[in-house]
């Protein structure tokens, strides 16, 4: 018998050829020479000015302690999501986000638009905090970027992609 944690990390049983433990499509080429240019000019610094700092989640703040996995508030911003009337590239779009990790990656799946729409970051870790990776836009896969994170906390992670950002917090 496997523990509940044990089938969170397990890729998905439905289609072995997934590597993420949603489902979900995969992010394609998460390592690719976009992630790593991006990654070699994007260095995040903890700080309490950053626009992730102040607590914003509308959720449950007493997430788990000591680990990044399990469920978050997400929020991003940098670009238009055209299905949205009056969105603009200011203007934070939130919604509700979970973390699973598999080995040395970090999957992160989240949703904006009332949950209409929805993004997956596979990310590997690269020391302690780091986080670099790619997104794509499920709901349009060929929207894909490079993104890398900032694990804050247990309870912040601080995410720039080439055009904003994609945050977290519980």
């Not at 903890?46 to 508030?73: F, M, Q, V």
């Not at 598999?102 to 799946?109: A, E, F, W």
């Not at 890398?148 to 055009?163: A, N």
């Amino acid at each position: 018998m496997k523990s509940e944690s044990a089938n969170r990390n397990v890729v998905s049983e439905n289609d072995p050829a997934i590597r993420n433990p949603f489902g979900v499509m995969d992010v394609p080429n998460p390592n690719d020479d976009d992630v790593t240019q991006f990654a070699r000019n994007t260095v995040p610094e903890e700080s309490a000015a950053d626009e992730n700092a102040k607590p914003w989640s509308a959720g449950n703040t007493s997430g788990p302690r000591g680990t990044i996995e399990g469920e978050w508030s997400s929020r991003w911003k940098g670009a238009a999501d055209p299905t949205i009337p009056g969105d603009a590239p200011d203007k934070w779009k939130p919604g509700q986000g979970e973390a699973r990790i598999v080995g040395d990656r970090v999957y992160l799946l989240f949703d904006w638009d009332s949950g209409k729409r929805r993004g997956l970051i596979e990310a590997r870790r690269e020391g302690p905090r780091r986080l670099v990776g790619k997104y794509i836009n499920l709901n349009n896969p060929e929207i894909t970027v490079p993104w890398v994170g900032l694990m804050v906390s247990d309870q912040r992670i601080d995410g720039y992609f080439t055009q904003g950002r994609v945050d977290f917090r519980r």
